[in-house]
Protein backbone atom coordinates (compact mmCIF):
# COMPACT_ATOMS: atom_id res chain seq x y z
CA UNK A 1 0.00 0.00 0.00
CA UNK A 2 2.76 2.32 -0.18
CA UNK A 3 3.55 2.96 3.71
CA UNK A 4 7.21 2.03 5.06
CA UNK A 5 9.36 2.47 8.11
CA UNK A 6 8.44 6.53 9.30
CA UNK A 7 9.11 8.68 11.79
CA UNK A 8 5.89 9.63 14.48
CA UNK A 9 7.03 13.31 15.98
CA UNK A 10 5.40 13.96 19.16
CA UNK A 11 5.35 16.98 21.54
CA UNK A 12 7.39 15.22 24.27
CA UNK A 13 10.92 15.41 21.58
CA UNK A 14 10.21 11.66 22.08
CA UNK A 15 10.54 10.91 18.36
CA UNK A 16 10.09 6.98 17.32
CA UNK A 17 11.11 5.42 14.23
CA UNK A 18 8.54 2.93 13.12
CA UNK A 19 9.67 -0.25 11.67
CA UNK A 20 7.96 -3.09 9.89
CA UNK A 21 8.50 -6.43 9.34
CA UNK A 22 7.48 -10.02 9.24
CA UNK A 23 8.41 -13.26 10.88
CA UNK A 24 7.17 -16.53 9.17
CA UNK A 25 9.65 -19.07 10.26
CA UNK A 26 7.70 -22.39 11.44
CA UNK A 27 9.52 -24.16 14.55
CA UNK A 28 11.22 -27.98 13.97
CA UNK A 29 8.93 -29.01 16.18
CA UNK A 30 5.73 -28.50 17.98
CA UNK A 31 6.58 -27.24 21.78
CA UNK A 32 3.69 -28.76 22.96
CA UNK A 33 4.03 -32.56 21.70
CA UNK A 34 7.39 -32.56 20.07
CA UNK A 35 6.13 -33.73 16.88
CA UNK A 36 8.44 -32.73 13.76
CA UNK A 37 6.75 -29.75 12.29
CA UNK A 38 7.97 -30.42 8.78
CA UNK A 39 4.48 -31.13 7.08
CA UNK A 40 3.06 -31.52 9.89
CA UNK A 41 1.10 -27.76 10.16
CA UNK A 42 -1.11 -25.18 8.45
CA UNK A 43 -0.82 -21.37 9.21
CA UNK A 44 -3.53 -20.27 11.53
CA UNK A 45 -3.59 -16.34 11.10
CA UNK A 46 -0.82 -13.71 12.37
CA UNK A 47 0.15 -11.90 15.44
CA UNK A 48 1.11 -8.52 15.87
CA UNK A 49 3.73 -7.85 18.49
CA UNK A 50 5.29 -4.43 18.98
CA UNK A 51 9.15 -4.54 20.37
CA UNK A 52 11.52 -2.04 21.34
CA UNK A 53 14.64 -2.02 19.49
CA UNK A 54 18.05 0.03 20.38
CA UNK A 55 18.01 3.51 19.76
CA UNK A 56 20.11 5.59 17.63
CA UNK A 57 21.30 9.14 16.98
CA UNK A 58 17.97 10.51 19.45
CA UNK A 59 15.82 8.52 18.18
CA UNK A 60 13.50 5.31 19.61
CA UNK A 61 13.15 2.40 17.33
CA UNK A 62 9.77 0.55 17.66
CA UNK A 63 9.20 -2.40 15.24
CA UNK A 64 6.07 -4.13 14.09
CA UNK A 65 6.43 -7.55 13.82
CA UNK A 66 3.57 -9.69 12.23
CA UNK A 67 4.46 -13.39 13.22
CA UNK A 68 2.97 -16.11 11.15
CA UNK A 69 0.69 -18.19 13.96
CA UNK A 70 1.18 -22.20 13.31
CA UNK A 71 -0.89 -24.85 14.53
CA UNK A 72 0.45 -28.61 14.96
CA UNK A 73 -1.73 -31.06 13.32
CA UNK A 74 -0.90 -33.86 16.32
CA UNK A 75 -1.97 -32.42 19.28
CA UNK A 76 -3.77 -29.30 17.94
CA UNK A 77 -1.75 -26.77 19.49
CA UNK A 78 -0.84 -23.42 17.96
CA UNK A 79 2.31 -21.61 18.23
CA UNK A 80 3.95 -17.98 16.84
CA UNK A 81 6.87 -18.01 14.84
CA UNK A 82 10.30 -17.12 16.79
CA UNK A 83 13.79 -15.63 16.57
CA UNK A 84 17.10 -15.73 18.43
CA UNK A 85 16.96 -11.92 18.24
CA UNK A 86 13.97 -11.59 20.41
CA UNK A 87 12.72 -12.76 24.15
CA UNK A 88 9.63 -14.27 24.32
CA UNK A 89 6.96 -12.89 26.18
CA UNK A 90 8.99 -9.41 26.22
CA UNK A 91 8.92 -6.43 24.20
CA UNK A 92 12.25 -5.89 24.62
CA UNK A 93 14.88 -7.05 22.23
CA UNK A 94 18.52 -8.67 22.57
CA UNK A 95 19.50 -5.98 20.95
CA UNK A 96 18.06 -3.41 23.19
CA UNK A 97 19.09 -5.63 26.36
CA UNK A 98 22.65 -5.66 25.06
CA UNK A 99 22.70 -1.95 24.59
CA UNK A 100 21.79 -1.77 28.23
CA UNK A 101 24.66 -3.84 29.43
CA UNK A 102 27.24 -1.97 27.30
CA UNK A 103 26.11 1.35 28.72
CA UNK A 104 26.01 0.23 32.34
CA UNK A 105 30.05 -1.28 31.68
CA UNK A 106 30.54 2.09 31.14
CA UNK A 107 29.40 3.09 34.98
CA UNK A 108 26.57 5.49 33.68
CA UNK A 109 23.39 5.70 36.06
CA UNK A 110 20.36 4.08 35.23
CA UNK A 111 18.28 7.29 34.60
CA UNK A 112 20.82 8.62 32.06
CA UNK A 113 20.76 5.05 30.44
CA UNK A 114 16.77 5.44 30.90
CA UNK A 115 17.01 8.30 28.87
CA UNK A 116 19.69 7.16 25.99
CA UNK A 117 17.74 3.83 25.25
CA UNK A 118 14.00 5.76 25.92
CA UNK A 119 13.02 3.59 28.13
CA UNK A 120 11.91 4.10 31.60
CA UNK A 121 13.76 3.81 34.67
CA UNK A 122 12.37 1.31 36.40
CA UNK A 123 12.74 -0.96 33.24
CA UNK A 124 16.24 -0.50 33.06
CA UNK A 125 17.03 -1.11 37.10
CA UNK A 126 14.37 -4.09 36.38
CA UNK A 127 16.75 -5.57 33.66
CA UNK A 128 20.04 -5.01 34.83
CA UNK A 129 18.71 -6.54 38.42
CA UNK A 130 17.33 -9.47 36.48
CA UNK A 131 21.10 -10.63 34.92
CA UNK A 132 22.98 -8.97 37.56
CA UNK A 133 23.98 -13.12 38.65
CA UNK A 134 25.54 -13.63 35.43
CA UNK A 135 28.03 -11.24 36.57
CA UNK A 136 29.20 -12.21 39.77
CA UNK A 137 32.81 -11.96 39.83
CA UNK A 138 34.80 -15.20 40.78
CA UNK A 139 36.37 -15.32 44.48
CA UNK A 140 38.46 -18.20 43.77
CA UNK A 141 40.69 -16.13 41.23
CA UNK A 142 43.66 -15.00 42.82
CA UNK A 143 44.05 -10.78 42.95
CA UNK A 144 46.29 -9.30 40.68
CA UNK A 145 49.77 -7.42 42.01
CA UNK A 146 48.82 -3.86 42.09
CA UNK A 147 44.76 -3.31 43.18
CA UNK A 148 43.10 0.19 42.79
CA UNK A 149 40.33 1.42 45.21
CA UNK A 150 37.96 4.00 45.28
CA UNK A 151 35.02 4.67 47.01
CA UNK A 152 32.10 5.35 45.05
CA UNK A 153 28.11 5.82 45.13
CA UNK A 154 26.11 2.73 44.07
CA UNK A 155 22.89 3.54 45.03
CA UNK A 156 21.19 6.48 46.47
CA UNK A 157 22.44 6.80 49.71
CA UNK A 158 24.62 3.78 49.42
CA UNK A 159 28.35 4.08 49.33
CA UNK A 160 30.98 1.22 48.46
CA UNK A 161 34.34 0.34 47.42
CA UNK A 162 35.03 -0.08 44.08
CA UNK A 163 38.02 -2.45 42.88
CA UNK A 164 40.57 -2.33 39.71
CA UNK A 165 43.08 -4.15 38.67
CA UNK A 166 45.78 -1.77 38.88
CA UNK A 167 47.88 -2.80 35.37
CA UNK A 168 44.52 -2.95 32.98
CA UNK A 169 42.30 -1.04 34.64
CA UNK A 170 39.36 -4.00 33.95
CA UNK A 171 36.92 -3.58 37.07
CA UNK A 172 36.66 -6.44 39.63
CA UNK A 173 33.56 -5.69 41.91
CA UNK A 174 32.01 -2.81 43.81
CA UNK A 175 31.47 -4.17 47.61
CA UNK A 176 29.44 -2.73 49.65
CA UNK A 177 30.84 -0.23 52.81
Not at 11 to 31: A, N, Q
Not at 143 to 158: A, Q
Request: glycine share 6%.
Amino acid sequence: NGEFNHTIYNDKHDDTLMLYGELSRFPERCPYCGFPMESNYYHNGTDEVRLSLPSTNGFKQELTLTKQRFQCLNCYGTCTSISPDFIENSKITKPLWKQIFDLAKQDISEKLIAHITRLSTSKVHVIISASASDYVTDTTQQLPNVVCIDEVKYRKGHFGFEILNGNTSEFIEIYPQ
